[in-house]
């Protein structure tokens, strides 16, 4: 098996003046790495998907900001903080489902306000080593979050995932994929069965890339395969990531997760939700409060096609998420461990 480990989603540019990005638009035809050292460079990576995976905007953000203030010029504090805060408001905005992009900057955001008599140049040092402490919090979580959730499978299991929730999406490991890569080391033998997910097929251009890349067992399946494929008993658990979860359990996650969610609940197959407690909004009661980004149409209609496979001037609905209510989910697994329903009193971390 290849060290998935060895591929670098966000890191800083060894000067520490750019954030390098591994462009997964162009997955998985290339490996090709990206040098951003704008604010607007990082927002339209992060709104592009050129970097995706709620933490791994999460950390791009950190990262990004922390670039960021390296170029602003004061003389003061609150001529610093001034143009800070800009950015992060500007940053923040690129994606409004994923929780942890705002959660980190708002980390950020306090490292500057908990330290009002420093200096600008120390400001910028303690900025740099909080976005290194959240990358390096963030792989943790991952491989903690693998180890909860590899002690709910057992070995040769079939899983389905959905969208990607693996080491491209997070620091390191990922999410919904850590148990599996754990798995693959100890020789557990997992088979895994990746829907394409529409319509920018993340499980076809990331998932099922890095799982091959790392010698995991995984096949590719259309997103409405999933039902022939669990009716045939080759699924024994479902795992997906998250994008934020409210506090009632209800999972915001890519569009598609919820109709997962309720054919495993058909078959009767666990369906478990991973992502670390930084998804967990504390203000968000319910999945009716959560704000659900709607994308381009073109996605939808000719964005993978050599001619446009739609009429023109038809409707299309592109919601880059649902919610799964939280009633079909079997458990969530953060790297605090296991929460089971009711999700009211298990989720209070």
Same mark, same amino acid.
């Given at each position: 098996?290849?060290?998935?480990?060895?591929?670098?989603? #966000?890191?800083?540019?060894?000067?520490?003046?750019?954030?390098?990005?591994?462009?997964?638009?162009?997955?998985?035809?290339?490996?090709?790495?990206?040098?951003? /050292?704008?604010?607007?460079?990082?927002?339209?990576?992060?709104?592009?998907?050129?970097?995706?995976? *709620? @933490?791994?905007?999460?950390?791009?953000?950190? $990262?990004?900001? $922390?670039?960021?203030?390296?170029?602003?010029?004061?003389?003061?504090?609150? +001529?610093?903080?001034?143009?800070?805060? =800009?950015?992060?408001?500007?940053?923040?905005?690129?994606?409004?489902?994923?929780?942890?992009?705002?959660?980190?900057?708002?980390?950020?955001?306090?490292?500057?306000?908990?330290?009002?008599?420093?200096?600008?140049?120390?400001?910028? +040092?303690?900025?740099?080593?909080?976005?290194?402490?959240?990358?390096?919090?963030? *792989?943790?979580?991952?491989?903690?979050?693998?180890?909860?959730?590899?002690?709910?499978? =057992?070995?040769?299991?079939?899983?389905?995932?959905?969208?990607?929730?693996?080491?491209?999406?997070? /620091?390191?490991?990922?999410?919904?994929?850590?148990?599996?890569?754990?798995?693959?080391?100890?020789?557990?033998?997992?088979? #895994?069965?990746?829907?394409?997910?529409?319509?920018?097929?993340?499980?076809?251009?990331?998932?099922?890339?890095?799982?091959?890349? *790392?010698?995991?067992?995984?096949?590719?399946?259309?997103?409405?395969?999933?039902?022939?494929?669990?009716?045939?008993?080759?699924?024994?658990? #479902? #795992?997906?990531?998250?994008?934020?979860?409210?506090?009632?359990?209800?999972?915001?996650?890519?569009?598609?997760?919820?109709?997962?969610?309720?054919?495993?609940?058909?078959?009767?197959? @666990?369906?478990?939700?991973?992502? @670390?407690? /930084?998804?967990?909004?504390?203000?968000?009661?319910?999945?009716?409060?959560?704000?659900?980004?709607? =994308?381009?149409?073109?996605?939808?209609?000719?964005?993978?096609?050599?001619?446009?496979?739609?009429?023109?001037?038809?409707?299309?609905?592109?919601?880059?998420?649902?919610?799964?209510?939280?009633?079909?989910?079997?458990?969530?697994?953060?790297?605090?461990?296991?929460?089971?329903?009711?999700? +009211? +009193?298990?989720?209070?971390?």
């Amino acid at each position: 098996m290849k060290n998935i480990t060895d591929l670098k989603t #966000v890191r800083l540019r060894d000067d520490l003046n750019a954030v390098v990005i591994l462009d997964q638009t162009r997955l998985p035809a290339e490996e090709s790495y990206l040098e951003l /050292s704008s604010a607007e460079e990082i927002w339209d990576a992060i709104y592009k998907l050129k970097v995706r995976g *709620a @933490p791994a905007i999460g950390v791009a953000a950190a $990262y990004g900001i $922390y670039v960021c203030s390296r170029q602003i010029q004061a003389a003061s504090f609150d +001529e610093f903080y001034t143009e800070f805060h =800009r950015i992060k408001e500007y940053l923040a905005g690129a994606r409004p489902t994923a929780v942890n992009l705002v959660a980190f900057l708002e980390r950020m955001e306090k490292v500057v306000l908990d330290n009002v008599s420093a200096t600008v140049s120390t400001l910028v +040092e303690l900025l740099h080593d909080e976005a290194i402490t959240i990358r390096e919090e963030d *792989a943790a979580a991952c491989r903690r979050i693998g180890e909860y959730a590899l002690s709910l499978l =057992r070995p040769g299991m079939g899983i389905l995932t959905h969208c990607n929730a693996g080491h491209l999406a997070v /620091s390191e490991y990922g999410t919904a994929l850590a148990p599996v890569y754990l798995g693959e080391e100890r020789g557990y033998g997992f088979k #895994v069965f990746a829907d394409e997910t529409r319509p920018l097929l993340q499980g076809a251009r990331l998932t099922a890339y890095e799982l091959h890349r *790392a010698g995991v067992d995984v096949t590719l399946i259309c997103d409405n395969m999933a039902s022939s494929v669990m009716q045939k008993g080759w699924v024994q658990a #479902v #795992v997906v990531g998250c994008d934020r979860v409210a506090m009632n359990g209800d999972v915001a996650n890519k569009i598609g997760t919820s109709g997962v969610a309720v054919l495993a609940r058909h078959y009767g197959i @666990p369906f478990y939700v991973l992502g @670390p407690t /930084s998804t967990i909004d504390k203000q968000c009661p319910d999945g009716k409060s959560i704000i659900i980004e709607e =994308r381009a149409p073109e996605e939808v209609s000719e964005m993978w096609y050599t001619h446009r496979m739609a009429p023109d001037d038809i409707h299309i609905y592109n919601p880059a998420f649902d919610v799964t209510p939280h009633g079909l989910i079997t458990a969530i697994i953060t790297e605090k461990g296991i929460a089971y329903p009711p999700f +009211e +009193e298990s989720l209070k971390l």
